[in-house]
T-cell receptor, first 111, second 115 residues
Framework: RKEVEQDPGPFNVPEGATVAFNCTYS??????FFWYRQDCRKEPKLLMS???SGNEDGRFTAQLNRASQYISLLIRDSKLSDSATYLC????????????FGTGTRLQVTL | DTGVSQDPRHKITKRGQNVTFRCDPI?????LYWYRQTLGQGPEFLTY????????KSRLLSDRFSAERPKGSFSTLEIQRTEQGDSAMYLC?????????????FGPGTRLTVT
């Protein structure tokens, strides 16, 4: 089983739609969680950290369920510029902050 | 630009040749990481430095790979006797000093093509 699993998509949604991505992780001792965004042929960029209480940044909401080992990202009012690959990222415990990435979920927002 | 920088951005080499990549982290960051990313996959961890000390290496890092960070600032990643399977994007990331895991900030990557 992969350490971090994501649906690769693609998710094709119209502009203005709400879209949700899910991710599961296998190591129950994982400590920190992030969503990164990666545009085609570019480096990953931090979108947001994910906290146990859930957190929101504008149109983006991230949730963490430690009991189910599940992370989600909700994007409201999708924009064309949201088209990218969204990477679910987990910090592996006891490994000096090594990040483990999912394969990413591709989002395409259309007119 | 005060972000992570990498050089070169692209490298095409013939199988069997040696290549070396450089990474300059964000200046106040003492942690530096190398990752490799192939098409359709997320980045995979290769190695980690805290200051000049290499504290962790992935089993992905075969004997042909070596990384250094001699003065705790920039880092180099060398691949000897390149193979076609080494073709990938090599990403460097840095994060700030202090305890606990912090967000990592990535450079633009070096895209390696082995022919």
């Amino acid at each position: 089983r992969k350490e971090v699993e994501q649906d690769p998509g693609p998710f094709n949604v119209p502009e203005g739609a709400t879209v949700a991505f899910n991710c599961t992780y296998s190591n129950s001792a994982s400590q920190s969680f992030f969503w990164y965004r990666q545009d085609c042929r570019k480096e990953p960029k931090l979108l947001m950290s994910v906290y146990s209480s859930g957190n929101e940044d504008g149109r983006f909401t991230a949730q963490l369920n430690r009991a189910s080992q599940y992370i989600s990202l909700l994007i409201r009012d999708s924009k064309l510029s949201d088209s990218a690959t969204y990477l679910c990222v987990v910090n592996s415990p006891g490994t000096a902050s090594k990040l483990t990435f999912g394969t990413g979920t591709r989002l395409q927002v259309t007119l | 630009d005060t972000g992570v920088s990498q050089d070169p951005r692209h490298k095409i080499t013939k199988r069997g040749q040696n290549v070396t990549f450089r990474c300059d982290p964000i200046s106040e960051h003492n942690r530096l990481y190398w990752y490799r990313q192939t098409l359709g996959q997320g980045p995979e961890f290769l190695t980690y430095f805290q200051n000049e000390a290499q504290l962790e290496k992935s089993r992905l890092l075969s004997d042909r790979f070596s990384a250094e960070r001699p003065k705790g600032s920039f880092s180099t990643l060398e691949i000897q006797r390149t193979e076609q399977g080494d073709s990938a994007m090599y990403l460097c990331a840095s994060s700030p000093r202090g305890s606990g895991p912090y967000e990592q900030y990535f450079g633009p990557g070096t895209r390696l093509t082995v022919t």
